[in-house]
Protein backbone atom coordinates (compact mmCIF):
# COMPACT_ATOMS: atom_id res chain seq x y z
CA UNK A 1 0.00 0.00 0.00
CA UNK A 2 1.21 3.51 -0.37
CA UNK A 3 0.94 4.50 3.65
CA UNK A 4 3.50 4.71 6.30
CA UNK A 5 3.24 1.56 7.89
CA UNK A 6 3.26 3.30 11.17
CA UNK A 7 2.77 0.12 13.39
CA UNK A 8 5.99 -1.69 11.58
CA UNK A 9 8.20 1.06 12.08
CA UNK A 10 6.77 1.62 16.13
CA UNK A 11 8.27 -1.18 17.18
CA UNK A 12 11.36 -0.66 19.55
CA UNK A 13 13.09 -3.63 17.35
CA UNK A 14 13.96 -1.44 14.75
CA UNK A 15 15.22 1.21 17.22
CA UNK A 16 17.28 -1.41 18.24
CA UNK A 17 18.75 -2.22 15.00
CA UNK A 18 19.58 1.56 14.39
CA UNK A 19 21.52 1.90 17.59
CA UNK A 20 23.91 -0.02 19.11
CA UNK A 21 23.70 0.67 22.77
CA UNK A 22 26.65 -1.16 24.26
CA UNK A 23 28.71 0.61 26.53
CA UNK A 24 27.38 3.85 24.73
CA UNK A 25 29.09 3.12 21.61
CA UNK A 26 28.89 5.28 18.57
CA UNK A 27 26.09 5.57 16.50
CA UNK A 28 26.79 3.13 13.71
CA UNK A 29 26.06 4.73 10.24
CA UNK A 30 22.99 2.75 8.90
CA UNK A 31 22.82 1.34 5.72
CA UNK A 32 21.33 3.44 2.54
CA UNK A 33 18.95 1.94 0.48
CA UNK A 34 16.09 3.26 -1.53
CA UNK A 35 14.01 1.33 0.62
CA UNK A 36 14.48 3.26 3.79
CA UNK A 37 14.27 6.15 2.01
CA UNK A 38 10.98 5.38 1.13
CA UNK A 39 9.83 4.84 4.50
CA UNK A 40 9.72 8.75 4.68
CA UNK A 41 5.93 10.08 4.28
CA UNK A 42 7.68 13.37 2.47
CA UNK A 43 9.91 10.98 0.27
CA UNK A 44 7.23 8.85 -0.94
CA UNK A 45 4.91 12.01 -1.52
CA UNK A 46 8.09 13.14 -3.61
CA UNK A 47 9.09 10.60 -5.73
CA UNK A 48 5.37 9.72 -5.97
CA UNK A 49 4.82 12.34 -8.56
CA UNK A 50 7.78 11.70 -10.51
CA UNK A 51 6.91 7.67 -10.99
CA UNK A 52 3.23 8.94 -11.93
CA UNK A 53 4.46 10.77 -14.80
CA UNK A 54 3.24 10.08 -18.59
CA UNK A 55 5.85 8.96 -21.04
CA UNK A 56 4.86 12.14 -23.20
CA UNK A 57 5.80 14.68 -20.96
CA UNK A 58 8.35 17.06 -21.48
CA UNK A 59 10.82 17.73 -18.95
CA UNK A 60 12.91 20.13 -20.71
CA UNK A 61 9.43 22.58 -21.14
CA UNK A 62 8.72 21.84 -17.93
CA UNK A 63 11.85 23.06 -16.32
CA UNK A 64 12.36 25.99 -18.44
CA UNK A 65 8.90 27.25 -17.98
CA UNK A 66 7.95 26.39 -14.19
CA UNK A 67 11.46 26.76 -12.02
CA UNK A 68 11.30 29.94 -10.53
CA UNK A 69 13.72 28.57 -8.08
CA UNK A 70 16.71 26.44 -8.64
CA UNK A 71 18.61 24.96 -5.87
CA UNK A 72 21.79 26.10 -5.03
CA UNK A 73 23.48 23.94 -6.82
CA UNK A 74 24.15 20.40 -6.47
CA UNK A 75 27.56 20.43 -5.20
CA UNK A 76 26.74 22.38 -2.10
CA UNK A 77 23.75 20.45 -1.47
CA UNK A 78 26.09 16.96 -1.66
CA UNK A 79 28.61 18.67 0.34
CA UNK A 80 25.68 19.69 2.66
CA UNK A 81 23.90 16.76 2.69
CA UNK A 82 24.07 13.12 3.02
CA UNK A 83 22.49 12.24 -0.14
CA UNK A 84 23.75 11.22 -3.46
CA UNK A 85 24.01 13.34 -6.44
CA UNK A 86 21.44 10.96 -8.00
CA UNK A 87 19.14 11.23 -5.00
CA UNK A 88 19.16 14.85 -4.70
CA UNK A 89 18.49 14.89 -8.55
CA UNK A 90 15.95 12.63 -8.19
CA UNK A 91 14.33 14.42 -4.89
CA UNK A 92 14.44 17.44 -6.94
CA UNK A 93 12.85 16.51 -10.38
CA UNK A 94 10.16 15.37 -7.56
CA UNK A 95 9.59 18.45 -5.74
CA UNK A 96 9.93 20.44 -8.53
CA UNK A 97 6.39 18.64 -10.05
CA UNK A 98 4.41 18.64 -6.76
CA UNK A 99 6.04 22.40 -5.87
CA UNK A 100 6.69 24.38 -9.36
CA UNK A 101 7.53 27.60 -7.78
CA UNK A 102 10.03 25.96 -5.60
CA UNK A 103 8.82 26.33 -2.42
CA UNK A 104 6.68 24.05 -0.15
CA UNK A 105 3.86 26.02 2.23
CA UNK A 106 1.79 24.73 5.31
CA UNK A 107 -1.20 24.07 3.56
CA UNK A 108 1.02 21.18 1.27
CA UNK A 109 2.54 19.88 4.37
CA UNK A 110 -1.43 19.36 5.16
CA UNK A 111 -2.69 17.85 2.52
CA UNK A 112 0.52 15.21 2.26
CA UNK A 113 -0.16 13.72 5.71
CA UNK A 114 -3.98 14.02 5.52
CA UNK A 115 -3.35 11.60 2.41
CA UNK A 116 -0.92 9.63 4.44
CA UNK A 117 -3.01 9.52 7.35
CA UNK A 118 -6.06 9.53 6.93
CA UNK A 119 -7.90 7.87 9.86
CA UNK A 120 -6.39 10.74 11.84
CA UNK A 121 -6.15 14.38 11.87
CA UNK A 122 -3.10 15.47 10.79
CA UNK A 123 -3.85 19.20 10.66
CA UNK A 124 -1.89 20.43 14.03
CA UNK A 125 0.97 17.57 13.99
CA UNK A 126 1.73 18.79 10.06
CA UNK A 127 1.90 23.07 10.89
CA UNK A 128 4.75 21.89 13.81
CA UNK A 129 6.39 19.83 11.42
CA UNK A 130 6.15 22.78 9.19
CA UNK A 131 7.23 25.09 11.35
CA UNK A 132 10.50 22.61 12.34
CA UNK A 133 11.41 22.97 8.54
CA UNK A 134 10.87 26.66 7.96
CA UNK A 135 13.95 27.27 9.77
CA UNK A 136 13.55 31.42 8.83
CA UNK A 137 10.07 31.42 9.81
CA UNK A 138 9.01 33.34 6.60
CA UNK A 139 5.63 30.42 5.74
CA UNK A 140 7.42 28.61 2.89
CA UNK A 141 10.25 25.98 2.63
CA UNK A 142 12.53 25.84 0.21
CA UNK A 143 13.89 22.89 -1.13
CA UNK A 144 17.41 23.00 -0.09
CA UNK A 145 16.19 23.51 3.35
CA UNK A 146 13.56 20.75 2.60
CA UNK A 147 16.32 18.54 1.74
CA UNK A 148 18.95 19.67 4.30
CA UNK A 149 15.82 18.60 7.01
CA UNK A 150 15.69 15.32 5.47
CA UNK A 151 19.05 14.73 5.56
CA UNK A 152 19.23 14.96 8.79
CA UNK A 153 15.87 12.94 9.82
CA UNK A 154 17.11 10.22 7.94
CA UNK A 155 20.75 9.92 7.24
CA UNK A 156 21.94 11.86 11.24
CA UNK A 157 23.54 11.08 13.80
CA UNK A 158 21.93 10.12 16.76
CA UNK A 159 22.92 13.66 18.12
CA UNK A 160 21.62 15.72 14.63
CA UNK A 161 18.30 14.09 14.71
CA UNK A 162 17.72 14.68 18.51
CA UNK A 163 19.00 18.39 17.97
CA UNK A 164 16.24 18.61 15.17
CA UNK A 165 13.61 16.56 17.32
CA UNK A 166 13.87 18.94 20.27
CA UNK A 167 13.82 22.12 17.85
CA UNK A 168 10.52 20.24 16.90
CA UNK A 169 9.18 20.50 20.39
CA UNK A 170 10.16 23.64 20.99
CA UNK A 171 7.29 25.25 19.69
CA UNK A 172 8.07 28.88 20.02
CA UNK A 173 11.30 28.45 19.68
CA UNK A 174 12.61 29.78 22.47
CA UNK A 175 14.85 27.36 23.42
CA UNK A 176 13.73 25.08 26.18
CA UNK A 177 10.91 22.92 25.55
CA UNK A 178 8.40 22.95 27.97
CA UNK A 179 5.85 19.77 29.30
CA UNK A 180 2.82 22.07 27.36
CA UNK A 181 4.91 22.20 24.21
CA UNK A 182 5.92 18.06 24.85
CA UNK A 183 2.22 17.46 25.52
CA UNK A 184 1.51 19.66 21.93
CA UNK A 185 3.31 17.38 19.87
CA UNK A 186 2.32 13.92 21.36
CA UNK A 187 -1.31 14.85 21.26
CA UNK A 188 -1.03 16.21 17.50
CA UNK A 189 0.96 12.50 16.69
CA UNK A 190 -1.82 10.48 18.34
CA UNK A 191 -4.42 12.78 16.53
CA UNK A 192 -2.63 11.85 13.27
CA UNK A 193 -2.08 7.96 13.97
CA UNK A 194 -5.77 7.83 14.95
CA UNK A 195 -7.10 4.19 15.12
CA UNK A 196 -3.91 3.00 13.73
CA UNK A 197 -1.62 3.48 16.92
CA UNK A 198 0.19 0.45 18.46
CA UNK A 199 -2.35 -1.54 21.61
CA UNK A 200 0.66 -0.34 24.08
CA UNK A 201 0.82 2.91 23.34
CA UNK A 202 -3.35 3.51 23.15
CA UNK A 203 -3.44 2.44 26.31
CA UNK A 204 -1.24 5.59 28.06
CA UNK A 205 -2.60 8.96 27.65
CA UNK A 206 -0.14 11.45 25.39
CA UNK A 207 -0.68 13.23 29.45
CA UNK A 208 1.02 10.31 30.52
CA UNK A 209 3.37 9.76 27.89
CA UNK A 210 4.97 13.20 28.63
CA UNK A 211 4.43 13.12 31.91
CA UNK A 212 6.62 10.47 32.41
CA UNK A 213 9.21 12.23 29.96
CA UNK A 214 9.66 15.06 31.60
CA UNK A 215 10.34 13.93 34.86
CA UNK A 216 13.32 11.96 33.35
CA UNK A 217 13.98 14.67 31.13
CA UNK A 218 14.32 18.02 33.35
CA UNK A 219 17.18 17.11 35.13
CA UNK A 220 17.21 20.22 37.28
CA UNK A 221 13.48 20.72 37.94
CA UNK A 222 13.28 23.85 36.92
CA UNK A 223 10.36 23.18 34.93
CA UNK A 224 12.00 23.40 31.34
CA UNK A 225 13.67 21.06 29.13
CA UNK A 226 16.95 22.62 27.43
CA UNK A 227 18.46 20.86 24.53
CA UNK A 228 21.44 19.72 27.17
CA UNK A 229 19.03 17.78 29.15
CA UNK A 230 17.29 16.62 26.00
CA UNK A 231 19.99 14.33 24.64
CA UNK A 232 21.56 13.77 27.44
CA UNK A 233 18.23 11.68 28.66
CA UNK A 234 17.81 10.51 25.43
CA UNK A 235 20.95 8.77 24.82
CA UNK A 236 21.01 7.45 28.57
CA UNK A 237 17.65 6.20 28.42
CA UNK A 238 16.55 3.46 25.87
CA UNK A 239 13.14 3.95 27.05
CA UNK A 240 12.95 7.32 26.11
CA UNK A 241 14.82 7.00 23.01
CA UNK A 242 12.47 4.30 21.82
CA UNK A 243 9.59 6.81 22.77
CA UNK A 244 11.22 9.23 20.76
CA UNK A 245 11.36 7.42 18.08
CA UNK A 246 7.53 8.00 17.59
CA UNK A 247 8.55 11.41 16.10
CA UNK A 248 11.21 9.86 13.60
CA UNK A 249 8.17 7.72 12.21
CA UNK A 250 5.94 10.14 11.14
CA UNK A 251 8.80 12.40 9.20
CA1 LIG B 1 9.75 26.60 24.01
CA1 LIG C 1 15.62 21.74 33.25
Redesign the pocket.
Known sequence: GGRCSVVGLLSPGNLCSRINNSEGSKWQRPRLSRKSLMKCCLVKWIIASTTQQGPDSSDNDFELSMVRHQPEGLDQLQAQTKFTRKELQSLYRGFKNECPSGLVDEETFKLIYSQFFPQGDATTYAHFLFNAFDMDRNGSIRFEDFVIGLSVLLRGSVTEKLRWAFNL??????????KE?MLAIMTSIYDMMGRYTLPSLREDSPFEHVEKFFQKMDRNRDG?VTIDEFIETCQKDESIMASMQLFENVI
Not at 169 to 178: E, L, R, S
Open positions: YDINKDGYVTEV
